[in-house]
C-alpha cells in the first residue's frame, strides 16, 4: 500500500469536472444516485466531445 498526502491545486480533482470522485451519494428512499459536489469545469469543454 502507498498512502500519499497531497495538496490539490488548480480546481476538480475527478474527470468529471468535481473537486473529487465522491461527488454523488445514494438516497436511500428512492435507491437513486443524488449529485451533492458541485461541478467546477464541464468535461465536454475540457476534453473535448466523447466519441462512442
Known amino acids: 500500500t502507498i498512502l500519499l498526502l497531497v495538496e490539490q491545486i488548480g480546481g476538480a480533482g475527478y474527470h468529471e469536472g ?25 468535461p465536454a469543454e475540457v476534453y473535448g466531445k466523447k466519441n462512442h
Open 18 to 42: 468535481y473537486l473529487y470522485c465522491s461527488y454523488c451519494r445514494l438516497n436511500q428512499e428512492n435507491m437513486e444516485a443524488e449529485i451533492i459536489g458541485e461541478r467546477i469545469f464541464d
